[in-house]
């Protein structure tokens, strides 16, 4: 069975010791964690601070799925795109030190971007090939997000960045709402299947969120189960993933106890 | 602020016209200077120059070869007469436990020797000495727990090696000799001060709180050494402002 998890700042505590105990005492086993977010410390992650954030993960038996560290990787200007890239290279060493399964980001919005997807993606793969070197050296993963209004937005892209950089240690986190629009989430089964099926040997870890949509396409987030999104058809395809991190996005923490039985069925 | 520059960053100049690069980096502000690549010219004439241009010479880049019983003399007289206390071992191969072991016994070994001659041991790092070599150590722990040199610390080495260097400075303290002061990207990449993403403003001011000396190592040389010292300067005087 997957693990179930949670990200971490949609919780509040002012150190890990808090913050965990938190997330641990509802339920969740797993989390992806921002430093920056959750404790305003920012990368590379000092020494000690590491230590303490160790501590408390094996006190409370939480597995860092992800740490979070999203940049812009595809922005048009060299000199801010390499400050974003090197940004991300400094977050390894604490991902490291926690074994966490990867550091995971997005690819920059497509208006950030500069606008032109074909333009933007080799910028992308620049990039994110130097993000896989230092990954590499460091024996981390890395974990990109497709994102529907990000450079990388599709399943074709996906796999088109996956093989130009050409390293094992580059994985997908998976956010199926994310990857949705109003044209493919009318067969969610269907695009759901596509997906896993082309993500399934490089999936690191998943996101659980909801959404409705507004009445300009947007995906503005709805408590789990009161959205559009059709969550048995997503989680039946990964329910024999052993050990996948399901990471809840948006939780609203008093509806977590109940959300997780929810999904356990759902998962058995 | 006075601040120094490791010649090897005008390696170009310095092949060409020796005199004339020290005069370069005088002209640009520079107060001190750190050698590099042994004695050639003669420690006397290279110190006649410095003398010349108002530069002291801070620390010379000596390599370990130059601390062997057949040239360990040489190398402390050569220092005496550069007026020069600081000797900086500028990297070594330490990539098994046996290389290491070696090193770290002939560094235990000159040290006192080198002391009593009024010359301080240090040692300048890249990034490998802070991921395990080919037996598993960390190179730089190692030289910090079974050695009492004093560390020259490359804040862009360190940098790129996923460490925090103005942590690194808060931690080793009075191990510490200087720094180089050198930006860049991530992988190696280097470029002049202020133009890469290192934390040269952070790590200017904790060596500014700290009083520890400066030393300016950018090794581009785009479009040529001297032109980049020159930037380099210009950012750290932006930086007192």
């Known amino acids: 069975m997957p693990v179930l998890g949670a990200r971490a700042h949609d919780y509040r505590g002012s150190s890990p010791e808090e913050l965990f105990g938190k997330i641990a005492g509802d339920g969740f086993r797993a989390i992806q964690l921002a430093f920056p977010k959750s404790f305003g410390v920012s990368y590379p992650v000092p020494e000690t601070f590491i230590e303490e954030t160790a ?16 940049i ?35 690819t920059t919005n497509l208006e950030k971007a500069g606008g032109n997807r074909r333009a933007a993606m080799p910028v992308l793969i620049d990039s994110v090939k130097r993000m896989a070197d230092a990954a590499e050296k460091w024996g981390v993963d890395i974990g990109i997000e497709p994102v529907y209004a990000h450079v990388m937005h599709n399943v074709e892209e996906t796999l088109e960045v996956m093989e130009k950089v050409g ?47 507004d009445e300009k396409g947007n995906k503005p987030s709805a408590p789990l189960f009161e959205g559009k999104l059709n969550v048995e058809a997503l989680l039946s395809l990964v329910k024999n993933r052993e050990g996948l991190p399901i990471l809840r996005e948006e939780a609203i923490p008093e509806r977590s106890v109940r959300e997780i039985a929810a999904i356990q069925e759902i998962l058995k | 602020m006075a601040y120094g520059v490791q010649m090897y960053s005008l390696r170009d100049a310095v092949a060409a016209d020796y005199k004339q690069a020290l005069f370069t980096v005088a002209g640009q502000g520079y107060k001190m200077v750190e050698l590099f690549g042994g004695m050639n010219p003669d420690a ?47 990297g070594h191969d330490l990539s098994t436990k046996e290389k290491l072991d070696a090193f770290i016994e002939q560094m235990n070994g000159v040290q006192p020797i080198l ?17 395990p070599n080919e ?11 079974r050695t009492s040199m004093k560390l020259e610390l490359d804040t862009y080495w360190a940098y790129n090696a996923g460490k925090d260097p103005v942590e690194m400075m808060e931690q080793l303290k009075d191990r510490l000799c200087a720094i180089h002061l050198k930006d860049g ?57």
């Open chain 1, 72 to 106: 812009d990787p595809a922005l048009p200007d060299r000199q801010k795109n390499r400050e974003q890239v090197d940004k991300f290279i400094t977050a390894l060493p604490a991902a490291k030190a926690l074994k966490a399964g990867c550091v995971g980001t997005e």
């Open chain 1, 55 to 70: 501590a408390a993960l094996e006190k409370h038996r939480i597995h860092l799925a992800v740490v979070g560290c999203y």
């Open chain 2, 135 to 145: 037996d598993g150590q960390i190179i730089y722990d190692q030289l910090l727990s």
């Open chain 2, 185 to 241: 990207f991530m992988g190696g990449e280097g470029m002049p001060l202020g133009q890469g993403t290192a934390p040269v403003k952070k790590v200017w001011q904790k060596a500014r709180e700290m009083n520890l000396p400066m030393i300016v190592e950018s090794e581009t040389q785009r479009p040529d050494g001297p032109a980049e010292t020159g930037e380099c300067m210009k950012y750290l005087r932006s930086l007192e402002d």
């Open chain 1, 167 to 213: 390293s094992s240690r580059v994985k997908i986190i998976w956010d199926a709402v994310n990857m949705l629009s109003v044209d493919t989430a009318h067969d969610q089964p269907g695009f759901f299947r596509m997906c896993y099926d082309a993500f399934r040997d490089r999936l690191v870890a998943m996101h659980l969120k909801d959404f409705v949509f």
């Open chain 2, 115 to 131: 002391e009593q001659a009024g010359i301080i041991l240090c040692y300048h790092n890249h990034s490998h000495e802070f991921y």
């Open chain 2, 44 to 90: 006397k004439t290279i110190r006649k120059w410095a003398d010349e241009a108002g530069l002291v010479i801070s620390g010379t880049h000596t390599g370990a070869a130059s601390l062997t019983a057949e040239n360990l003399q040489q190398t402390i007289e050569d220092h005496h007469v550069l007026g020069c206390n600081l000797l900086i071992i500028p």
